[in-house]
């Protein structure tokens, strides 16, 4: 049994993530925190069932972290994640970051993008991109790591192998993404409320979202040079998922490309490269941490299709996060992680 | 064409009343309030298309008001209402008030269950209950209506003409109402958010909603004598629609019931009266100033079911408005008026 | 490990089965049929990812069975499932039966009610109804267990003790229930189709559903006399979730009704009596195989209100059969089934 | 009064007509047909509210065509619209055609596309396609109106004015539509159950859908050139509405696109070309007859970005069916449709 904290428990991916552990059989949660809930316990607060309903929720203080635990799970914004992950490494206790703190090598383009000072770039260079299936080896080994977006983690695991291996074009690259509402986070605006949502479908920060920077340093490091990704946002009313329509230009046969993406994939027990005419949808992940992976191509018009799907709770959040546990404790990669989704 | 204010007019149900009145041939909307979005078109706040686009908001000023409309539609809360609607008064301009502040005669019950002060009982006792197929005759003449609750207006159609005429039992009455997201207002409430509202269904203010003591004294006026009645709110995840369920026990035989009720609203262009068997649903009035009547029977089981079902925004509050504001003027009842839902 | 076959596995409820049953670590499901998918895999199929990805569809042919499993679930319609059980018991195989041919004890009632025959009346006298909290002695011995219908569970759970111990009146009870849109099955009537659902909200069968003869029968038993339940279902534009809002006539204090209730299920895993003041919703059970109930009274007007929560497709139907699965091979009550609902 | 029938009534685009015609002053509907339903009332099928409750569906026969109406509206599938355009053409009545059957000038792009022989290819040159803003003078001229696809009318509206006057390079064009379910007609297919839609997003018929080619036929001939387009289709868990983001490459400043836009539509009383920088998005067009656009550029990556938004059954159906029915009768193009949207 590994005990760990969660900073921020009381947002969709804090929750998730004690949803999920519930189930882990080696995972045990000992500290919760939250500001606003500090005293309280899960059932007090969310009117919790399962095994951590008593758990009670403590303040987020930096200067009493102790040793009990082996890992921290942050879930704290961006900016703010950056003091508690230091001091946890500190104590030598692992970390892994639901913020934006620790994605970017390049501290300049997180400081640009987030509109936030670093106070620890040395341990960007430190963190580990928790990208499970592409950085498998070094999550092995790493104390901190920075858990991907939820977009990124969509568009980068079909575009970072193709494009490693020049099988499509290094541009154009262009992502028109759609998420579930959750993908939000816990909301009290009128823009999330049920009735600005329902029956609506919008994009937003088009040409401007903060996920952009983050796909763009990771694909240009698989590339060899810089890429450009344009990428679109939309928002979908439903709550769990996220659909990444990517268009790209093929470099060989689409069978190869699906043969080599489906190879490269094999021993990834969460990725499904579909078969070549199938199309994945939102509803065949919702629940689990699977990202199902269909390639097309308009041979008409010569371009080629990639679709993505996840559950931006799960594979995109807290699903990733525990399959990176996984690997920095020793154990196999899905354990305690769904696999069969709630098809309705 | 007659001029009209709107005071408060960027909640759902001051929008709804003027995309309605937009359709309707002699109502002219001159003026339009706000307090946050004073000086801005509704253009400008709401992306508004139709033909009052450039109508600007103004700051509402009850020292300011002119007898440059001859009826004020009040859509501010109650409490606020009062003071407006006496100024609107004294000016000799005619007032519909959306809020609570005028529905009750007794004055107390209004002071108790909203838990505010009444400045103008006399005003009380001047208003005329806006249930306009049962009053009337007194809105014609009235200078003050109260616009009925959504949920009252729902459950008074079918029950007041039933009880008035001693064709179902003073008691039990039992009301199990499911409202539409919209029926709470523009929220910016986590309650209220998207993923909290979405695939979710609750009831609340079990045995505690204001609306019942409105239905309550309603329905007492026909009865000749105290009515109770057990009244339970659900929220529905969809945006617009009541839908109420009421069990009562039949005095008489369902066919005299229905013929009764059949024949009762005979000449009301928004009550219909479904045929024996038939259930009506909300996606028959979703955007109509209907309401639907079905009336069913638990043989076995020795009670009445009366199914109604209104738009929330349009015959629970915005068209029966103007349904009232035709019969005060003396234009024909359904003039301007909706009849054909968005059967999708 | 426990080998168990699943006839008639494609429909929403046979899913589930298979869904919850690879979280189960003693139940092996080694046989699934269909006779429109036979020779498929699920994967073929449904696109599954799960352990039982593999897993192909067999015909059911009943003259093929053999003792290959211990127990068969049987998801086929009332009616057919007759055959199906006889012939699995007369091998020896243990029997959960999802459909309405073994809930009645009276025959006659089931044959009014289902408009069929049965060929085993004498099985039926021999069955146990499957409503894991109330019937849980019988369970642990029974060969063939009626599971109970959806609506029923979540009446008759928080009925049978409070009618049993006379701490409600016999009459009436009114029960106005709520089902998501996955209780019908999966169809393929334009009736069920999105935009004949969506923003939609109807009752259907009012006085007239199958499952009030059940729930009438099984409140019979425990009050020792014939009981009359008013009972009218309603569609949500929802995929999972039943609300029942259930009005009767308290015989003493809300307070101990409450009290009672809580003390007779304490040792329910599943079964959450809420505090008094709070109320369960559906999306606090959504993905679980709990119950919650709230108990509530209108003072004033002398009518108490029970508010009774489930997921349909868990402790409406396959998670309870997993229960009483539990139950009658000895394992913990609560063995693989999810009490932490997905709150979004 | 322009008595006008409606050929294939029953489908979602044919009651949307009902519904609009309602409020036209000067359009009245003598005749509707269905197969199916032939004999019975709107009131009897639909439960039908409005002013044509009344009207009986006749049979369709061919032979029976009389003067008595001055046009028809065909809703029927494409490859059976051919025969009752002819037919109604010889009569002299004039034919709105929502179908794909004369929306081609190249006959053999049409049968290849829908798989079908064209009886009529010289018809084919004398329609008119109906996409008003584009064709208007030819329209007030036409015997015979093809009224465009739904994603072809929300693509096509900002594409072809850019294209034209060479603001936009002639490709790459890629093409994300996403389209709410009404789009896909009335269904009884589980693939769009209400279980199977709700809570999920999927992409469909991906490179391969049959409004590419209309929508490549129509650019190429205000581009001179053929035009290649990537098209991808995607289904939204929600009733109305098609969002259409279009990626581009600009020829100029996005500033004197935005302006040449707006200019070219400036007389165009549905066509919105938003301010820069706002998002148009579905819930501001649903109900209405509006095509809202907005244009966006990623700089630093160098491509255009054009979001458009109608509502599917409205101006991507039947209100353009009536904005073309008003040109041909010379009303007033706006005679009739709606502009105000329902918000909520």
New interface residues.
Partial sequence: MVKVAIIGATG?TG??L??LA??HPYLNISLITSRDKAGKSLKEV??????YANLIFKEPVIEKITNEVELAFLCVPSGEAQQFAYAFLKKGIKVIDFSADFRFKNVQVYETTYNLKHAYPELCEEAVYGLTEIFREEIKKADLVANPGCYPTSVLLPLIPLIKNELIEKE?I?I?S?SG??GAG?????Y?????????????K??AHRHTPEIEEKLSLFAGKKI???F?P?L??????I?S?I?VKFKTKIEEIHKFLKEFYKESPFI?V?PLG???????V???N?CKI?I????????G?I?SVIDN?IKGASGQAIQNFNLMFGFPEDTGL???????
């Fill in positions: 969709y929750l998730e004690i949803r519930e189930n969310f009117n919790w069932s399962g095994k154009p262009i028109d759609k509402t959750s816990r909301k009290s605006e009128n999330y409320s049920f009735c600005e949502v329902n029956e609506d479908f919008k994009a937003y088009i040409a450009k990704s344009v679109t939309h979908l009313p439903l709550n769990r998922g659909f329509t268009y499904e579909v199938e199309i994945p949808r939102i509803a065949e919702k629940g689990t699977l269909g097309f191509e308009d041979k008409k018009r010569e371009w299709i679709v709770l769904p696999k069969t989704p709630l098809f309705v």
